[in-house]
């Protein structure tokens, strides 16, 4: 660990445990003090007045001018991003802003590998063996200082190496190429590492569809990778990769994320793909590609991630959804339900119920409904089971779990409302009745009873029949 030092104008704003500076004209100074995630705001005393705010940009844009290390990373016309080794500074201007303010961070400290005291499989897993890594966490819990610490593992191999910033602000040795997006396109940037085939490139950061298809292509043609990324969670980072390339080749992209929290290394995932039929599911025939998410630390299975339908499913295996899973809520069944749900609403005019099994669900509709679900030759049905990879059961209303409960109905004001009473227990209880055709979701009320006000529904028990559903068996 070494403390960083420096000779700026900006030095004297900044001591040992001062992280960052924030400046509005004509407000005082709020300094971040402290270390990634655990530090706390102090307001100095003396308001930054808005010559003096001038006074100070003009002084920072005469350094970043006058020395090697200085760099205008970003030039808009309402904002501006400067480097001034070590220091990194936001301007934003009215109208984007509602006054003038300026930003100013600046790392506390550079941590070497052996800081982080990683024991040596860890160790040797980073450094000989995972070739795609991700570093995620939230801005500000140090991703980017093991960035740079896992770099000077690199380097004292005498590895070629060449990052990718915007803005710069990696504190590295001066035969380590730094590339930025200010001066160069993802095209550019992708021409120029393929060409000149580095060792190790180190994307800082991942945020846009573009630097994930970037991300992608380096490491497809070969190049080892470590990609900084914001999540709030490891897996999370995997997910923003899901939106944007295949799921099948995520391994082969991603083999490795490390959750840094608080500066230190909080967890480390490793990916793989096989084939199987994934957990919560019982038929053999619902066997597909599964990505495993392993944490290298516990070499517990936390994660499995996989088609399902039509979407993509991260299914927890670990903590406290793997609790709620073992008490026999099936969110496998939840995600069947949304999809076939979505389907069925522009398919059928009548209204449905769903009871989603293991590796099947059950679909009740009006009896003479039932051709249009199941389509000539059973093609529909057939359809509508590849696209959820659930067998589908269709049933008709009369199949229902039927609620086994005593219950009086009364018919009040004039043949306008019916009321049914339930036994005490049932107080603001979920009650699903079916009305001939039509279906009724709704609640009783603080005395166990259920009004029902719908004129037509109210005709419709009067002529014909309803019934109560069991929806705790659904």
């Known amino acids: 660990m070494e403390k960083i030092i420096w000779h700026s104008i900006l030095d004297q ?9 924030h ?5 005082k100074i709020v300094r971040k003090k402290g270390e990634p995630g655990n530090w706390k705001p102090y307001v100095d005393t003396v308001v930054m007045t808005k010559e003096m705010f001038k006074d100070l940009v003009a002084k920072i844009y005469e350094e970043v001018e006058a020395r090697d290390d200085g760099f205008l990373e970003i030039d808009r016309k309402l904002s501006k991003v400067l480097q001034l080794w070590p220091y990194r500074i936001v301007l934003v201007y009215p109208p984007l802003s509602d006054g003038s303010e300026m930003t100013i961070v600046k790392p506390i400290k550079k941590l070497d590998i052996e800081d982080y005291k990683l024991d040596a499989e860890t160790f040797d897993l980073l450094k000989n063996k995972s070739k795609g890594i991700l570093v995620s966490w939230a801005p500000g819990s140090g991703k980017t200082t093991f960035a740079q610490a896992l770099i000077e593992v690199y380097h004292k191999d005498n590895a070629i190496i060449k990052t990718i910033e915007s803005p710069r602000d990696l504190m590295l040795s001066d035969d380590i190429v730094q590339y930025s997006f200010t001066y160069g396109t993802h095209d550019e940037v992708r021409d120029i590492l393929l060409l000149s085939r580095p060792d190790y490139t180190v994307y800082d950061e991942v945020r846009n569809t573009s630097d994930f298809e970037l991300y992608k292509d380096l490491r497809l043609t070969g190049i080892w990778l470590v990609g900084v990324i914001h999540a709030t969670r490891p897996v999370d980072s995997i997910q923003r990769f899901l939106w944007t390339i295949e799921m099948g080749i995520i391994p082969q992209v991603i083999d490795t994320v490390i959750y840094i ?10 990916l793989a793909l096989t084939v199987k039929v994934p957990e919560w599911m019982e038929s053999d025939d619902l066997a597909r590609p599964v990505i495993i998410v392993t944490s290298f630390l516990s070499k517990q299975v936390e994660y499995e991630i996989y088609t399902f339908g039509e979407q993509t499913i991260v299914m927890p295996l670990a903590g406290e959804w793997a609790k709620v899973q073992s008490k026999g809520k099936n969110m496998v069944s939840e995600y069947a339900k949304q999809t076939i749900n979505q389907k069925l609403q522009k398919l059928l005019p009548c209204d449905f119920l769903l009871r989603v099994k293991w590796a099947s669900l059950d679909l009740y509709i009006p009896e003479y409904y039932k051709w249009r679900i199941i389509g000539k030759a059973g093609a529909t049905i057939n359809d509508l089971e590849k696209t959820v990879g659930l067998s589908i059961n269709v049933k008709s209303f009369a199949d229902l779990p039927i609620l086994d409960v005593q219950t009086q109905m009364s018919n009040a004001a004039k043949n306008t409302r019916i009321d049914i009473a339930f036994p005490a227990g049932y107080e603001e209880k979920e009650i699903v009745v079916i009305i001939w055709d039509d279906l009724l979701r709704t609640r009783t009320d ?4 259920l009004v029902i006000k719908d004129k037509n ?3 419709q028990i009067q002529k014909k029949w309803y019934l109560l559903v069991d929806a705790d068996k659904l």
């Open 13 to 21: 704003y900044f001591d040992d445990t001062t992280m960052s500076l």
């Open 457 to 459: 529904m109210v005709k």
């Open 261 to 270: 929290d608080k500066g230190k290394i909080g967890e480390v995932y490793q």
């Open 23 to 27: 400046i509005k004209e004509n407000n």
């Open 446 to 449: 603080a005395h166990a009873s």
